[in-house]
């Protein structure tokens, strides 16, 4: 099982400021990782797809990085509604499908 | 506009069962993997069960494999979960999910349900 491994687990910021986000799989997963974000009370959302794809309706300022072990996902210019937690998913060796931890992006 | 919408949580005692149901509008039901995901009270999400776009081949993460199965009615455009011998460690917001890709196995999640909430306890 590929165990995805996200750090920090929390991430104090201001709006306006840039967040990056890290995700380190056990295992390469080539470009087979995708990252989420959820908001309290509410289902993950899809951001980012194979490393680095935006999907659709996600704003510019959402980027994803990286291949094989060590991903990042980095949001230029928080704003106020980005403020949520973060999951990584990979998808290279399954079953099972896993995810990370999450880092929290909170407000300072 | 994709909706999913699932039906079936609540409260059951350890060793009990419930199925849950999940159902979807908005898109080619039938074309399209469909996944439940669970998440424990302030844990990561954890994959529970895949079902391909006919139902032929089915996926189950290991802490449920003999207990849970998936199942899907094309024809109703709903997706089911039956829990069986239920654990206090299956307590969760139980979620299905849609595949992002077309006539694919299990891969990313672009639709989510609004989650439905299991408890084991007595």
């Known amino acids: 099982e590929i165990v995805l491994t996200q750090s920090p687990a929390t991430l104090s910021l201001s709006p306006g400021e840039r967040a990056t986000l890290s995700c380190r799989a056990s295992?390469?997963?080539?470009?087979?990782l995708a990252w989420y974000q959820q908001k309290p009370g509410q289902a993950p959302r899809l951001l980012i797809y194979?490393?680095?794809v935006r999907a659709t309706g996600v704003p510019a300022r959402f980027s994803g990085g990286g291949s094989g072990t060590d991903f990042t996902l980095s949001i230029s210019n928080l704003e106020p509604e980005d403020f949520a937690v973060y999951f990584c998913?990979?998808?290279?060796?399954?079953?099972?499908?896993?995810f990370g931890g999450g880092t929290k992006v909170e407000i300072k | 506009e994709v909706q999913l919408v699932e039906s079936g949580g609540g409260l059951v005692q350890p060793g009990g069962s419930l199925r849950l149901s999940c159902a979807a509008s908005?898109?080619?039901?039938?074309?399209?993997?469909m996944t439940w995901v669970r998440q424990a009270p302030g844990k990561g999400p954890e994959w529970v069960s895949s079902?391909?776009?006919?139902?032929?081949?089915?996926y189950f993460a290991d802490s449920v494999k003999g207990r849970f199965s998936i199942s899907r009615d094309n024809s109703n455009n709903t997706v089911y979960l039956q829990m069986n011998v239920l654990r206090a460690d299956d307590t969760a917001v139980y979620y299905c999910?849609?595949?992002?890709?077309?006539?694919?196995?299990?891969?990313?999640?672009?639709?989510w349900g609004q989650g439905t909430l299991v408890t084991v306890s007595s």
């Open positions: 999910a849609k595949n992002l890709y077309i006539n694919s196995p299990p891969n990313w999640f672009d639709s």
């Open positions: 908005g898109f080619t039901f039938d074309s399209y993997a």
């Open positions: 079902i391909t776009g006919s139902g032929g081949r089915t």
């Open positions: 295992q390469r997963v080539d470009s087979y």
């Open positions: 194979d490393a680095s």
């Open positions: 998913q990979q998808r290279y060796s399954w079953p099972p499908l896993t």
